[in-house]
């Protein structure tokens, strides 16, 4: 990874997730929206692995909690779960090939959704419809033009 | 490994403090003043369609829609007239009987903010603050009725609990026969919960629930829904139904924010799940009573304490 990096792609791409999570949808597309955060965080902890760990998904999350009014540390938990088990299989995981890897991100996206379910059962809140349950598919259905436009913004040289 | 651990207990703890309330609600305020632009930037898309669409409208249509608009007014202008006769009416009996006078409402209008917040919760972002004299504890209403309450504010936008929330309650009255009850959010968008009906009440099917200014928070008379079935509850002494929600609850459009009502601070010490428990059998008892009694609570907004936000409305009171 010595080539000539695009710095900004990071953190313009982590708040263009957390817009993507706010933009309003119809009713009907909104129980199917992918968890956008999780799938640009997952690019990052594979690709850059020495600038976004833990750390980096828990502010994350928080910030995530702010800005969409849920409850402070829900999604902080749900990220570092998924950073912590990313990080475990990095090594593996990033000679997938990309329909592999989405797979992995299609499962750890259902795993987050238990996550929440269990988060939300424990603080007696109420559950989400079954149709959100549909979402990690097309987060991973989308995974793959992700890892493309992120390469390639990433990657791009300069000037 | 460590880390993870230290991790996800900073997260529980974060989640356990923010759902007692308390400091970090504030801190969460403050807070929420920083991520302010992302909300206006995610708002902006539709606000930018909503102002293209209004661009393309044709001649003809905005003819069309005119001549609409000024049939409504016609309609709604005729209504009012006969209500003013009524209201004149209801005043002299009113003078009659000695009861304390009425005010009247005095709305303001608030455009929300078109943005998806976390669907779990039953909130809404107001593009109003309170630079623009928004408090904490205002009823928000559209033109179909109540739509919920202000429950924190930030000089440029205030967040609405909307009546679907599970913590929201609202005292009630049927229009019908007058009996209290209690409407209780579902977490649905387009349902209420009527909970702990006594079987012997005159409650049926199809009967409009009007807010009944019991608990002092909302002014009475404001329609809230309409009671569907009727069904025993799952201890068969009394009955529940769901309630269709009479204002319309979706985003994008404008809502009323009534002001010159002054909310009456709630007694805190007569109830012991006033302070915000959720437990099942706190909420029945608090219903139960309500059907022969005042509710003391009118509405839970869980995390939020209500003595802090009853300290800033008289602070503010003076500028009124």
């Known amino acids: 990874m010595s080539r000539a990096r695009n710095g900004w792609v990071l953190p313009v791409s982590l708040v263009v997730a957390l817009l993507l999570g706010l933009v309003p949808l119809p009713g009907m597309l909104q129980p199917v929206r992918p968890y956008w955060l999780a799938l640009v965080l997952a690019y990052w902890l594979l690709e850059e692995h020495e600038q976004v760990g833990l750390g980096v998904a828990f502010t994350l999350g928080v910030l995530a909690d702010l800005v969409f009014g849920g409850l402070l540390g829900e999604q902080a938990m749900r990220l570092v779960v998924m950073a912590f088990i990313l990080d475990r299989f990095r090594a593996r995981m990033r000679f997938f090939p990309l329909s592999q890897q989405a797979l992995v991100i299609g499962v750890l996206l259902f795993n987050d959704r238990v996550i929440s379910a269990a988060i939300h059962v424990v603080m007696g809140a109420p559950q989400l419809p079954w149709r959100y349950w549909l979402a990690p598919l097309l987060g991973m259905a989308l995974w793959a033009p992700l890892h493309f436009v992120l390469d390639a913004l990433r990657l791009r040289r300069r000037g | ?320």
């Open chain 2, 1 to 320: 490994m460590l880390r993870l651990l230290a991790f996800l207990i900073l997260a529980t703890a974060l989640m356990v403090l923010d759902y007692r309330g308390g400091w970090l609600r504030m801190a969460r305020t403050q807070a929420e003043v920083a991520v302010q632009p992302l909300w206006w930037l995610a708002a902006l898309p539709s606000k930018v369609g909503v102002g293209l669409r209004e661009e393309a409208v044709t001649r003809t249509q905005l003819a069309r829609d005119n001549e609409r608009l000024r049939n409504a007014l016609l309609v709604i202008a005729a209504r009012n007239a006969r209500m003013r006769t009524a209201a004149a009416e209801n005043e002299r009996l009113r003078g009659l009987l000695g009861s304390a006078e009425r005010g009247r409402l005095d709305v303001q209008l608030a455009s929300i903010l078109d943005i998806d917040l976390d669907p779990t919760r039953q909130r809404l972002l107001l593009d109003a603050g309170s630079n623009g004299g928004v408090q904490v504890g205002q009823a928000v209403i559209d033109a179909g009725g109540l739509m919920g309450q202000v429950i924190a504010t930030t000089p440029s936008t205030a967040s609405v609990l909307l009546l679907t929330d599970p913590d929201h309650a609202v005292p009630v009255a049927v229009a019908r026969s007058g009996i209290r009850l209690v409407v209780y959010g579902s977490g649905r968008s387009d349902a209420l919960h009527l909970a702990d009906v006594p079987l012997s009440a005159d409650v049926r099917r199809g009967d409009q629930l009007l807010t009944s200014g019991l608990g002092g928070r909302f002014p009475p008379g404001f329609a809230v829904g309409t009671v569907g079935p009727l069904r025993p509850d799952d201890s068969r002494a009394f009955l529940e139904a769901d309630v269709v929600p009479a204002a319309q609850l979706d985003r994008g459009r404008d809502v009323l924010l009534l002001r010159g009502y002054k909310p009456v601070p709630a007694v805190q010490d007569s109830s012991p799940c006033v302070q915000g428990e959720v437990g099942r059998g706190c909420e029945a008892q608090g219903a139960e009573s309500s059907a022969t009694q005042p509710v003391s609570a009118t509405a839970k907004p869980l995390p939020n304490p209500p003595l802090p936000s009853q300290g800033r409305e008289t602070s503010t009171e003076p500028r009124r």
